[in-house]
């Protein structure tokens, strides 16, 4: 389903009755009658997929789902569904896609679907060595696992590279870490990439006389990065008593604490995440491995600090970015047992995980801008209704 033609920006939406902006998605044709019904809950997730989902199933648990309007990401109209019980930040988001479409709306892209599998060996004489002898043997190990999953390999996926790192503990010395780079394609991935990975543990062990201990996926998927930009033109910022440049260098400031102090980042990230995990849940994605990848790349230069970054373009608008791992799929796992699950990939008209994953960044960084604007202007007021007495004293 595409959504080329139609737009996002539909007035009053808010303020419409439950019923009438269902009615309202319906005439624009991002729902169908047909929808209506696992909308509501009536035939969304039943009993019977819930309890083959998970172990001691005894009943569902259900949260709001509402749509972020207003999205423009890389040309295209994309209504944007939100599963999240926290007030405001579908509007926030709303509101800042609204911001930033005035500017040309996101620009977002990705590098290529590529998951990590991590190998633990032990017992090595020589990690050193052992290493070397790995790599020199890339391609026939690579070659042992090249049809391991031959759907992913006829889609384009399958083995990309293996990388081998050596580590020491003071609980169990040295040891050594392979790496195997793994193109899951539309998957999260978790599940290919630890048949691979158990496929060539025997292998590693006959190269190294070591002893492979666990063979797992990554959740620092540092290879599979989306990211988003957007710019917010200087006169859309100011509003009320507040000077565009006023909010601009407030935003600026707000960011640049989040940057220099992981205090501050903790709490800036998670409303990144607000935006992020509202648009994994909907779709059946793994909140969890997306969250645990953001934070660990958020401190990957030995600090922890901010996943986006806010400054002044030449002209003065206010240019932001946002770049951080996103294993997410548009097939397997919840997203293809959940009926509400579909129900969010066709409302956003998407067809790839590399789609998805570029609609997800751009709404964090849209909530990274609402709750830094929101944030700085709550500042700002408090400085004007300070200044306030002191100007009225000089008048008179």
Not at 16 to 38: A, C, S, V, Y
Not at 82 to 89: K, L, N, R
Not at 307 to 331: M, R, Y
Request: proline fraction near 4%; hydrophobic fraction near 45%; glycine fraction near 10%.
């Amino acid at each position: 389903m595409s959504t080329t033609t139609k737009s996002t920006r539909i007035s009053g939406f808010y303020d419409l009755p439950l019923g009438e902006r269902q009615r309202k998605l319906m005439g624009l044709g991002f729902l169908t009658l047909e929808d209506l019904p696992i909308l509501s809950g009536e035939e969304s997730l039943s009993l019977e997929q819930a309890d083959n989902m998970i172990e001691n199933v005894v009943g569902r648990y259900a949260l709001p789902l509402g749509v972020a309007l207003n999205f423009l990401v890389n040309g295209r109209e994309v209504l944007v569904p939100m599963v999240i019980e926290e007030p405001s930040v579908v509007a926030g988001a709303s509101y800042m896609a609204k911001l930033a479409r005035r500017g040309g709306g996101f620009q977002a892209g990705t590098t290529a679907p590529e998951m990590i599998g991590q190998l633990q060996v032990l017992d090595v004489d020589d990690v050193h060595a052992a290493r070397e002898k790995i790599l020199a043997h890339k391609e026939s190990l690579l070659a042992e696992i090249a049809d391991v999953d031959p759907i992913l390999v006829k889609l384009g996926g399958g083995p990309r590279d293996i990388e081998a790192r050596t580590l020491t503990s003071p609980a169990i010395g040295d040891f050594l870490v392979v790496h195997l780079i793994f193109d899951v394609r539309d998957a999260m991935g978790a599940n290919a990439v630890n048949t691979a990975c158990e496929r060539l543990a025997p292998h590693l062990e006959a190269l190294t006389g070591g002893r492979v201990h666990l063979c797992i996926l990554s959740n620092l998927a540092d290879k599979r990065l989306a990211r988003a930009a957007c710019t917010i033109p200087l006169a859309d910022l100011a509003f009320g008593d507040f000077s565009a440049e006023e909010v601009r260098d407030g935003i600026i400031a707000a960011w640049a604490f989040a940057d220099a102090d992981p205090y501050r980042a903790a709490t800036h990230n998670k409303g990144i995440f607000n935006g992020v995990d509202a648009v994994v849940l909907a779709t059946g994605n793994d909140w969890r491995a997306v969250e645990a990848g953001g934070h660990a790349y958020a401190a990957r230069g030995g600090r922890y600090r901010s996943l986006s970054t806010w400054s002044a373009d030449a002209a003065g608008n206010l240019a932001g970015s946002l770049e951080l791992p996103l294993a997410v799929g548009t097939v397997g796992g919840a997203t293809r047992a959940h009926p509400m699950a579909q129900k969010s990939l066709k409302m956003m008209g998407v067809s790839t995980a590399q789609e998805l994953a570029e609609i997800i960044v751009s709404v964090g960084l849209a909530q990274n801008l609402a709750a830094l604007r929101a944030l700085a202007t709550e500042v700002i007021q408090k400085v004007h209704m300070a200044l306030h007495p002191r100007k009225v004293k000089r008048e008179e």
